[in-house]
């Protein structure tokens, strides 16, 4: 027989080979390419042999297929909406290293992973799993409504910060379980929400399995293996897991469905949520997304009542959302005669918090010393050398480092332009913010969590744990302390440099910037002293920061949708980036405008197309980056487009790497 496959390339067509033996559809095997040896997978098959000449397959992987018909389906949607090589979306959606043989062998998985942290610290530091508490009648309501969904619905939850979604998630998963039906919940990044999967695995001792990047190979595999033979119906992981090879699939969870961490920024370039909803439908089975922050295209569905929406406006136990403040910083600046990093407010409220030995969280979206080194004479900037941006200063390992290909070089104490002495630093990040606090308040006990303290999960674990105990009395962090932990004793949050975000180049900046500041302001108060939130701005009436302080999702939503609908851009049209790349700055720029005329030649009057441009990051680690936006009415013609753009990329072998198609992109830096 014959059979088409699918290599492992980035390739849209398929290859017809030899096959000795009838081979299932998602079958893998090995086959000669140009003069190598490749992996595919088996999509179809026929009796007749085409007219040209045909090569056999060199060897079967897996004669039955890993992938479930269900998987297998999906894989062919993702293919297909993000125009992306069917092979390598299959090859995506199975764990590495992975093949029949395992299941052979009595189809037994390892033994369930131990939660993360329990066998490095104990249970020093952890959260309990709250007893079943008395549900709000909001966590009753949202509770009965995906109780009753019956076959394929999506229901967008959208709960205040401290509403109780994960208690909802549990006492559904029990439900669906009882009725001998799984459950996939997907978190952003499992390391940010250790409770959510813990509490699982208390609740649901044996039967949760845990899929994310960093178990090693073997864990990753003997997960999949006991969710394969069913011992696991109930699912926790990131991104990836969305291919969880679960069967009687009821509810798939997408939590903080925001998050920008769902969509995978490398071939197969998919977005876990909105793949989790076409495995829902695939499955007739329930999904929710749940969020305080509903993301504009969430929110958009549940308005025009393609999703359902639910709400939880109160905080649990009735506690108060907390009191937001702005500070505007060029008053600050005015008043001190310069600069100042903390404004009188902020200084005051931790003074207040240390002496009544309450916590406080300061949060700076920046890790490092400084953000640049300036020479005051001629305003020289130390850059890295493979990218288009500039060196940011460590200052405990006395560095300048590029955040983007990791280059590391001293610093000099002249100016290598001018000689000069006046090297400045400008714009402090995390390292600096934690230096400035332990001058003021020397005898506070200050930890610090971003990328540079937290190497491993552990360490992170250690300093959330410490600050917990109430060993620590203000942790300053990066984005990574906003999300979804549960601190009680916290009262004070500070946000610094809350404008940096609102400065990108990137259409969905208020967005970010407005989700942020909810779900930090979010972890004030969550115990029963009231919460204060304290925003630093030099920009304090724009429109992001006045909503923030009301914490009214749905007057931002109506904010923001003026400026997408007038822009064009989504929820309400239908989006593409194409990234053009190239070592040569010169060849890059003119594969853009080959790009760009190809795309010119075959749009309807209806699209409009941006560019091409230098991407707003124009070099990274050596690559220049052009860029292409393609807005469309239609999603059908924007498809279309793109489907003709793959054909002309694969024809003219210009390379799926040099010429990257990006569906409903997130970032467009
Ligand atoms: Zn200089
Ligand atoms: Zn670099």
């Known amino acids: 027989m014959y059979v088409d496959v699918a290599v492992c390339l980035p390739l849209s067509r398929t290859f017809v080979y030899k096959a000795e033996e009838q081979l299932e559809s998602g079958s893998r095997v090995l086959v000669p390419f140009r003069k190598r040896e490749i992996e595919g997978f088996v999509i179809g098959s026929r ?86 508490p008395v549900l709000t009648s909001d966590q009753s309501r949202a509770l009965d409504a995906i109780r009753t969904v019956t076959g394929f619905q999506t229901i967008l939850l959208h709960g205040v910060t401290g509403s109780g979604k994960t208690e909802v998630y549990m006492r559904a998963a029990e ?27 208390d609740r649901f001792p044996g039967k949760t399995a845990i899929l994310h990047s960093s178990l090693t190979k073997r864990q990753r595999i003997d997960e999949w293996l006991r969710i394969y033979a069913g011992e696991a119906p109930i699912v926790i992981g990131t991104r990836s897991a969305v291919f969880a090879p679960l069967e009687n699939l009821g509810l798939i969870v997408v939590d903080e469905e925001h998050e920008t961490s769902y969509k995978q920024e490398e071939i197969p370039r998919y977005h876990a949520r909105d793949t989790a909803v076409m495995r829902a439908k695939l499955a007739q089975a329930a999904a929710v997304l749940g969020s305080a922050t509903p993301s504009m295209e969430s929110f958009h569905n549940a308005e025009s009542d393609k999703y359902r929406h639910v709400a939880l406006t109160t905080r649990v136990e009735d506690r108060a959302l907390p009191n937001v403040e702005i500070i505007n910083m060029r008053e600050e600046y005015a008043a001190a005669g310069k600069q100042v990093i903390f404004s009188q407010r902020l200084l005051q409220g931790l003074a207040a918090r240390l002496e009544r030995r309450e916590q406080a969280m300061i949060l700076l979206n920046r890790r490092g010393y400084a953000a640049f080194l300036l020479c005051r004479r001629c305003g020289f900037t130390f850059q890295c050398s493979s990218c288009s941006v500039a060196l940011t200063y460590h200052r405990t390992i006395d560095k300048l480092l590029c955040h983007y290909c990791g280059l590391a070089r001293r610093p000099q104490a002249r100016c290598p332009e001018c000689d000069s002495e006046y090297i400045h630093y400008v714009g402090e990040g995390t390292e600096r913010l934690e230096a400035e606090l332990m001058k003021i308040y020397p005898d506070a006990r200050i930890g610090r969590v971003d990328r540079d303290t937290m190497r491993h999960m552990r360490d992170f674990e250690r300093v959330l744990g410490g600050f917990r105990n109430g060993d620590i009395d203000i942790l300053v962090g990066t984005q990574m302390i906003a999300k979804g932990h549960d601190f009680p004793r916290v009262t004070l949050v500070g946000v610094i440099g809350a404008d940096a975000p609102l400065a990108m180049p990137d259409f969905r900046a208020a967005e970010r910037t407005f989700q942020l500041l909810t779900q930090v302001a979010g972890r004030s108060g969550r115990g029963r002293e009231p919460g204060e939130v304290v925003i630093q701005s030099y920009f304090p009436d724009h429109y992001t920061f006045q909503l923030a302080v009301t914490q009214r999702f749905e007057d931002f939503y109506a904010r923001e949708s003026r400026y997408r609908k007038g822009m064009f851009y989504p929820p309400f049209t239908a989006l593409a980036g194409i990234m053009v790349t190239d070592r040569d700055p010169a060849r890059a720029a003119a594969l853009a405008r080959e790009v760009g005329e190809f795309l010119d030649s075959v749009r ?62 997130v970032s467009l830096l």
């Not at 379980?177 to 952003?188: C, G, N």
Request: charged share 25%; proline share 11%.
């Open 175 to 201: 439900d669906f379980l009882a009725a001998d039906k799984s459950t996939l919940i997907l978190v952003p990044e499992i390391g940010l929400t250790p409770q959510l999967t813990e509490w699982f695995s």
């Open 604 to 665: 309807s009057k209806t699209v409009r197309i941006l560019g091409p441009a230098p991407a707003p990051l124009e070099r990274i680690k050596k690559v220049h980056r052009h860029q292409l936006l393609i807005k469309s009415a239609s999603r059908a013609t924007l498809h279309h487009m793109l489907e003709k753009l793959q054909a002309y990329v694969e024809e003219k072998k210009i390379g799926g790497t040099r010429v990257i198609i990006d569906v409903d992109p």
């Open 47 to 132: 009796n007749e042999a085409p007219d040209i000449e045909i090569h056999p397959i060199t060897r079967v992987i897996d004669s039955s297929p890993l992938l479930r018909p269900e998987i297998f389906e999906l894989c062919r949607w993702i293919s297909k909406y993000y125009v992306s090589p069917l092979g390598e979306v299959l090859k995506a959606a199975l764990p590495p290293g992975i093949s029949a043989r395992h299941i052979g062998r009595g189809g037994q998985g390892g033994r369930p992973l131990v939660p993360l942290h329990s066998g490095v610290q104990g249970t020093r530091g952890r959260p309990p799993c709250p007893p079943r």
